[in-house]
C-alpha cells in the first residue's frame, strides 16, 4: 500500500516526520472507537445481567407467601321457633358467639348492647322477640316538644335495632314473619323494632 505524507515539499525529513504524526494519530484514533464501542456494550448488558440474576435467584427459605387463612364455616341456622328460643337457656350467649364470628361490623356494635332475652310475645301485627339492651332511654316527650337531639338518638337506636335484627335472620332459620324488640336500660321503652329478616336495613325495619 502507498502511503501519502501530508507536510510541505521540502527534501530534509520534515515531510516523512509529519507523515509519520498523522498515520500514528489515526490508528490511535481507530483504536480509541472500537474500544469505546466494546465499553459501551459492556455498559449496556451489566443492568440486564443483573436482573436476570435477581429474577432467577430462588426465595429464601421462610419467606414463602402465606395463604389466606379460610373464613370460618357458618353453622347451620337454628331451627327452634322464638317462644322456645326465649325460653331456652344458652340460646343468648350461642347468638352472641355467632355475631361474634360472622357479624359485620355494624351488627358486632349493635348486639354488644343487648343483655339478654326478654321474653316473646304474640303481639296484634306480627309476634315479638323482646330483648334487654343498656341503650339510654328516649325522651319520647321531649320529642314531641320538638327536641332534635332526642329525635335523632330514637332514629339511630332504630337504625341499631335493624342491624341486630338483621343478624339475628341470619342466625334463626324464619318459620314465620316477627319482630325483634329492643328494650333500653331501663325496661320500659323500646328502643327499636325491626323486623326479623336479611335485607331489614335496606327496609328500614318494615316487614312489608
Not at 24 to 47: F, K, Y
Not at 55 to 84: F, H, I, N, Y
Not at 135 to 153: F, N, Q
Request: net charge negative; aromatic share 8%.
Amino acid at each position: 500500500m502507498e502511503s501519502v505524507y501530508v507536510g510541505s515539499n521540502s527534501s530534509d525529513g520534515t515531510a516523512l516526520g509529519c507523515g509519520v504524526i498523522v498515520v500514528v494519530s489515526l490508528i490511535l484514533a481507530v483504536a480509541t472507537q472500537c474500544g469505546g464501542g466494546d465499553s459501551d456494550a459492556a455498559s449496556t448488558a451489566t443492568p440486564s445481567t443483573a436482573v436476570s440474576a435477581a429474577v432467577e435467584s430462588p426465595r429464601p427459605a421462610g419467606q414463602e407467601p402465606k395463604a389466606d387463612a379460610p373464613k370460618p364455616a357458618r353453622p347451620k341456622k337454628v331451627t327452634m321457633t322464638l317462644a322456645e328460643i326465649a325460653d331456652t337457656p344458652g340460646t343468648f350467649e350461642q347468638f352472641k358467639e355467632f355475631v361474634a364470628k360472622h357479624g359485620t361490623a355494624r351488627q358486632k356494635k349493635a348486639v354488644k348492647h343487648l343483655k339478654g332475652w326478654r321474653g316473646y310475645k304474640r303481639k296484634w301485627v306480627h309476634p315479638a322477640l323482646e330483648a334487654r339492651s343498656d341503650y339510654p332511654t328516649v325522651d319520647y316527650e321531649a320529642i314531641d316538644d320538638g327536641d332534635v337531639v332526642e329525635l335523632e338518638k330514637m332514629m339511630d337506636l332504630e337504625k341499631q335495632s335493624q342491624y341486630i335484627a338483621e343478624a339475628f335472620a341470619a342466625w334463626w332459620e324464619i318459620d314465620e314473619t316477627a319482630t325483634l324488640q329492643v328494650f333500653d336500660r331501663g325496661g320500659e321503652y323500646t328502643a327499636g323494632t325491626s323486623c326479623i329478616r336479611p335485607d331489614t336495613v335496606k327496609k328500614n325495619g318494615s316487614c312489608l
